[in-house]
């Protein structure tokens, strides 16, 4: 088990205007009501000239090498695979966030004509699914997972990924998540797991816009009062999730804004075989020289920081342990395969994949009313002609910006000094 220490990893250099990718969001419609979405889910979609204005923000503003379409759900908007088009056009890789509840076996076929990198899916037991998935827990869900993953992998050459929002009452499954990702490491490429927030309006905070008092209602995430954890960051995941794998290491991470030590994006690299009817096995977690490695490589020679690799070389991982040369945790690798093949001469020739685990922590307010945010976030949306967080573009909706968060003043004064205290009278 080792020690969560931000000086030991790699600090990603994505910045406001040099990123891995942006954040488009087509339509407000969805068909699910997730407990931790941020967006109101009016039913609205943008035409295809409003969308191209907002990729016209992105690149006025923006080194990307990516682009998620999101929303509400991206698969309820009508031109939805035009918009893919319109990506690949602008030299830019397209990939879809969705439930999956629209997804179809042609639709995918199409989206992959178009362009389609490759597909998120958002699976959770807080999303109020119906059906045969009504009221299912985390881990009946990956019943679910699996079908979406495989409906990718029978199209082929797409990336698969999967994020949940992470609340106080399936916080003990992640564990569990991270092994299945493990189980399906070739077909699963990525497993993120974001950790809920929300505004709460009966909180320890007032809120305030250009200095005047706000109520946070309007917004879709807030709460009159916590039902769940709102605080659950990613040391605590990484603590839980290596009670059970000891080995788990993370190699690199995204700061904040106001607190440059915090794991906002928390990075973790993984090579393995998946489990196809034996025991999986996760040969090990790279180091963060790896990630520097890969990141620099690919801005050196494609001018962006990497978001999706090819499908291709997430199955290369023989190639990979090349670099066991120069960066410590691919060498461990590389030894434990050596031993591995050793002991199963035919697993010499399967492909040894490459898996993800990401952990997105998002607004934190600091005891003083500070809002520390990601520090170089890739999920910034286009809004009035500019770049602005995803997560909180409600806020520039509502009012037209940003909300400021202030301690409330609370009085601690004795009963005694009720007639010198106007508001103790008043109370």
């Known amino acids: 088990m080792t020690t969560l220490d931000h000086r030991s990893l790699y600090r990603l250099p994505w910045t406001a205007s040099d990123n891995v990718l942006s954040w488009l969001e087509p339509t407000n419609k969805c068909n699910l009501a997730c407990e931790g979405c941020y967006r109101a889910n009016d039913g609205t979609h943008k035409s295809l000239s409003e969308v191209q204005a907002d990729l016209d923000v992105f690149n006025r503003w923006r080194t990307y090498d990516s682009v998620s379409i999101a929303g509400g759900d991206p698969l309820l908007h009508p031109d939805v695979v035009e918009i893919v088009r319109m990506i690949v056009r602008g030299g830019h890789k397209p990939i879809i966030n969705t439930n999956g509840v629209a997804l179809t076996k042609p639709l995918l076929e199409e989206l992959k004509r178009a362009g389609l990198v490759g597909l998120t899916f958002h699976v959770d037991s807080h999303q109020g699914r119906a059906g045969q998935w009504r009221k299912k827990s985390e881990l009946e869900l990956n019943e679910l997972r699996l079908e979406y993953a495989q409906l990718v992998a029978s199209v082929g050459g797409l990336s698969c990924a999967f994020n949940a929002t992470i609340y106080e009452d399936t916080l003990p499954f992640v564990p569990d998540l991270v092994?299945?990702?493990?189980?399906?490491?070739?077909?699963?490429?990525?497993?993120?797991?974001?950790?809920?927030?929300?505004?709460?309006t009966e909180g320890d905070f007032e809120f305030f816009r250009d200095g005047?008092?706000?109520?946070?209602?309007?917004?879709?995430?807030?709460?009159?009062?916590?039902?769940?954890?709102?605080?659950?960051?990613?040391p605590e995941l990484v603590k839980l999730i290596q009670r059970r794998f000891?080995?788990?290491?993370?190699?690199?991470?995204?700061?904040?804004?106001?607190?440059?030590?915090?794991?906002?994006?928390?990075?973790?690299?993984r090579f393995g075989f998946p489990k196809n009817g034996s025991p999986s096995e996760v040969m090990g977690y790279v180091g963060p020289k790896f990630m520097e490695l890969v990141q620099n490589a690919h801005h050196l020679v494609k001018g962006t920081y990497l978001a999706y690799a090819p499908q291709w070389t997430l199955e290369a991982g023989r190639s990979a342990l090349a670099m066991g040369l120069i960066e410590p945790g691919v060498r461990r690798i590389a030894k434990r395969w050596l031993k591995h093949v050793a002991r199963h001469p035919l697993d010499a020739r399967k492909k040894l994949h490459f898996q993800s685990v990401m952990m997105i922590q998002p607004i934190d307010l600091l005891d003083d009313g500070r809002q520390n945010m990601c520090d170089g976030c890739p999920d910034v949306t286009a809004h009035d002609g500019k770049i602005v967080f995803s997560c909180r573009l409600e806020e520039y909706r509502t009012w037209g910006g940003l909300v400021t968060s202030v301690p409330k003043v609370r009085c601690h004064a004795a009963s005694s000094c009720a007639k010198e205290c106007p508001s103790k009278e008043a109370s």
């Open 212 to 234: 005047k008092k706000v109520e946070a209602q309007p917004l879709v995430y807030a709460v009159d009062q916590a039902k769940q954890r709102t605080d659950i960051n990613a």
């Open 246 to 269: 000891p080995d788990f290491a993370p190699s690199a991470y995204l700061g904040g804004t106001e607190k440059p030590d915090s794991f906002k994006w928390l990075f973790t690299g």
């Open 179 to 200: 092994q299945f990702a493990a189980d399906h490491i070739d077909i699963i490429n990525s497993i993120i797991f974001i950790m809920y927030r929300a505004a709460i």
